[in-house]
């Protein structure tokens, strides 16, 4: 009892500063990671200029697909082969070349 009653006084005498860390300031603020034909497809549509290149390239009514809800959380690289000759190799490299130019 002794023990907790000591602990808690010694917190108790800790300042906020003394909680504190130095984190450096890149580290702070997380990175936005770039976007390839390997992120989920509902991360291409979520942004306006991913899905630019994806309408430039053909898929334009990707999220109104009837499988979209299946294959939101899937890459276009993965749903490729199983497009049906919709989603070719030609469209990968150009979609990638776009989304690799996005800034």
Known sequence: MKLIVLSAAALACLTPAAF???VPAAAATPAVAKLT???PIEA???DPKAMEVLAANGLADI???PSYDMAKGMS???VQPM???VVTEDMLT???AGLA???
């Open 76 to 78: 276009l690289r993965a």
């Open 20 to 22: 504190a860390q130095d």
């Open 94 to 96: 150009k979609i990638e």
């Open 44 to 46: 291409l549509v979520a």
């Open 101 to 103: 130019a996005i800034k």
């Open 63 to 65: 999220a109104k697909h």
């Open 37 to 39: 034909i390997d992120s």
């Open 83 to 85: 497009s049906g000759g």
